[in-house]
């Protein structure tokens, strides 16, 4: 078992920064991958990041490109997504999720935390 425990939402306003944290604990796997999901009310989760093990790797959606970065630190078993540039349709729950593919498909990651509310308000 994987444990995944989100911190760092809260309200902010558009054009504002926040930056989100994903700490794991339990079996933490070798060559997994950590990725950001996102849902806001009555729509469904959506891909937001993803990042292999080593870092090198990474994946954006294009809503998010050039605002949002995802990186992670494996000596802590962390991962992190610092948002800048927030907008109004960025509300959302924010969930981490980790897996064994680098995938924008949530159903392919095994493992997810309970989430993080993101207000964004003008």
């Known amino acids: 078992q994987v444990q995944l425990v989100e911190s760092g939402g809260g309200l902010v306003q558009t054009g504002g920064s926040l930056r989100l944290s994903c700490a794991a604990s339990g079996r933490t796997f070798s060559n997994n991958r950590m990725a950001w999901f996102r849902q806001a009310p009555g729509k469904e989760r959506e891909f937001v990041a993803a990042?292999?093990?080593?870092?090198?790797?990474?994946a954006y959606a294009d809503s998010v490109k050039g605002r949002f970065t995802i990186s992670r630190d494996n000596a802590k078993n962390m991962a992190y997504l610092q948002m800048n540039g927030l907008k109004l349709e960025d509300t959302a729950v924010y969930y981490c999720?980790?897996?064994?593919?680098?995938?924008?498909?949530?159903?392919?990651?095994?493992?997810w935390g309970q989430g993080t509310q993101v207000t964004v308000s003008s």
């Open positions: 990042i292999t093990w080593s870092g090198a790797g990474t």
């Open positions: 999720a980790t897996g064994q593919v680098l995938s924008t498909v949530p159903g392919t990651y095994r493992y």
